[in-house]
Every structure is written in C-alpha cells, then in structure tokens.
C-alpha cells in the first residue's frame, strides 16, 4: 500500500510539473520577443495556411528562341531562356525550406506557390546552385529532376547533391569558367566573388557561395545568387558591353545585413556592374527575416522610380523579354 501511495504522488506531481513546464512555455511562445518565440509562433501559425496561387503563371512554350526571356518563379528560382538555352536558378519548389526531418520539413512555409509546378517547364539545359543553403539548394526540389541534366554550383557543394544520383556536377570557385554544350549552342557561366557565406545547417564545413555571369550569343545577364552590399561588383563592369539583366536579390537583410543587401545596395551593385535591366528577386516567397513581406519591394520601387523602365518585373510569375 505504502508503495502505491508513493507511486500516485509521484505521478501527481509529475503531472503538475509537466503542466507548469507546458503552461511556461506557451506563456513564453505567446509573449517572448526573442527571435526563437517568434520562428516558433510563425512556424506554428504557418502549419494550416496554404499558399496563395501565383499572382501570375508563366507560359514558357510560347517564348521566342531569338531572345532573351525570364521568368521569376519564386525566391531565388528563376526560368531564363537564353537564346533556345534553358536555365533554372536555385531549384526551390518544396512548400517548406529548411531541416528536413524523414517526415516533413522543418521550416519557413511559401507564402505563394512556384509560378510553374515541375510539369509545365521547359526541357532544363542547365540547374545552376548559387550555395548550399537550403532556401537555394533544395535536395527533395533537385530529387524531382532528371539525373541527367547538369549542374553547375560552388565549390565544396558537389557533394550535396551527387547522392541524388547526377552524374554532371560542376564546381566553379571565384573567377572559375565552364563552358556547357547544349543542341542549341554554347553557354559560358563564370562563378563570381560575392558577400555571403556557405555553410549548411547544422554544424556544416565551410561552403563556397556564388554569382554567376551568364554568356551567350554575344550577350550577358547576371545571377546574383545572395549577397550583401560589396563593391566587387565594380570588378564586373566592362568598357566595351553592358549586361542585359542583372537578377539581384533584396530581401532578408533585418538583421541580417552582414550577408543580405537592402533593395537600395541591390540596385547600388547592378548600376556598378553596369546592368541595364535589374530583376528584384529573393522576396516576398518565405519569410525569413524581420521586415514586412511586402517592404523589400516597396523599397526597391521608390528606389528605382526615376528609372523606372529598368524594373524588368515585380511579381512572381512575372515575364520580361529583351530582344
């Protein structure tokens, strides 16, 4: 009897311990201020919200060869035909970005749908990774394609991703070239120096982290993958062509302006490259960072309103041509 009685206050106050620890902590989830209360009631808000559809949907089969076309499908993922080349930039099609836990992923939820689900792309030339982390490289994103498209990425990011079974992965380092050969011609990509960091969560190895110059055809359009303010861009600038387009990233930099530009600095290192049209990405897709989802890009249109004709698009799903 005595052992019994023992066992039931045991239980009991084990019972009330665990209601007192569980009340502290959603009294913290609910009021704390701290960055993780706040990941932990986005997180939880996010569990029964469905992303809105695209504001507008792309119609890459109807895109003319003799151009230059981009679509922004969401966050840093972008469809681009140059001239009859097909490239898609950091692959994020998954409703969650983050820890991938065997049954789901542990994460930031979109806030809007890809602008192409993976049946209405075009045939892919070329995957082209910016760095490792996971909002850019995407392993159950890159699972969904053919093994035998290739890939160009950082430096010491291979390794990621040749476990899902692609035989044609390319590492560029800063100032690397590689030159791709695809039934319609030549595409020259150059790894460029930018402002991040690389490593993946958690406890990863140091990662390298690109942009890219595209060529082709005679013309040249810049991926800025991710990137703070840095005057390297200046190194980019030629006297004798301009480029066509330059894809800048603009979003996350509350507080993490250490490794992301403000829309102002994004627009600041395309004029210092030299770009004619600028395409605000990295946006308005997950949340990330403390600013208001729809503030990057108010700030880059007041930033950009005296030029206004170098917007190349706002919205995801947009499509902008250059002859």
């Not at 972008?78 to 836990?101: A, C, E, K, M, Q």
């Not at 192409?116 to 394609?145: N, V």
């Not at 690397?176 to 695809?182: I, N, R, V, Y």
Request: with cysteine; charged share 20%.
């Amino acid at each position: 009897m005595a052992v019994n009685s023992t066992r039931r206050k045991f239980l009991k106050v084990s019972g009330a311990a665990a209601g007192v620890f569980a009340a502290a902590g959603a009294a913290w989830m609910g009021l704390s201020q701290s960055r993780l209360a706040r990941l932990a009631r986005q997180l939880a808000g996010d569990t029964l919200r469905a992303p809105a559809p695209p504001p507008v949907v792309p119609t890459p089969e109807r895109w003319d060869d003799q151009r230059i076309t981009f679509a922004w499908l969401g966050h840093a993922t972008l469809l681009i035909n140059f001239y009859g080349v097909h490239i898609l930039t950091d692959p994020v099609f998954s409703p969650r970005v983050g820890f991938n836990l065997g049954l789901g992923t542990l994460g930031p939820k979109r806030y809007y749908a890809p602008a192409l689900q993976l049946t209405r792309l075009p045939p892919i030339d070329l995957l082209l990774l910016s760095h490792a982390h996971m909002d850019h490289l995407d392993l159950p994103s890159l699972a969904k394609f053919k093994r035998t498209h290739p890939i160009v990425t950082a430096r010491e990011t291979a390794d990621l991703v040749r476990p899902l079974g692609f035989a044609r992965v390319t590492e560029l380092g800063w100032g690397d070239a590689s030159t791709l050969q695809t039934p319609r011609g030549e595409l020259r990509i150059e790894a460029f120096e930018v402002k991040h960091w690389g490593e993946r969560w958690p406890g990863d190895k140091p990662r390298g982290y690109n942009g890219y110059v595209l060529r082709r055809e005679g013309r040249a359009m810049i991926f800025g993958g991710d990137t703070a303010l840095t005057p390297l861009f200046r190194n980019l600038r030629s006297p004798h062509a301009t480029y066509a387009a330059a894809l800048m990233p603009i979003g996350a930099y509350d507080p993490w302006i250490r490794n992301h530009c403000t829309p102002e600095e994004a627009l600041q290192m395309a004029d210092m490259a030299g770009a004619e049209l600028v395409a605000p990405m990295h946006h308005s897709t997950f949340k990330l960072s403390d600013e208001p989802m729809n503030e990057p890009l108010e700030r880059f249109q007041k930033a950009i309103a005296q030029e206004r004709d170098r917007l190349a698009l706002t919205q995801i799903g947009e499509t902008a041509t250059i002859i």
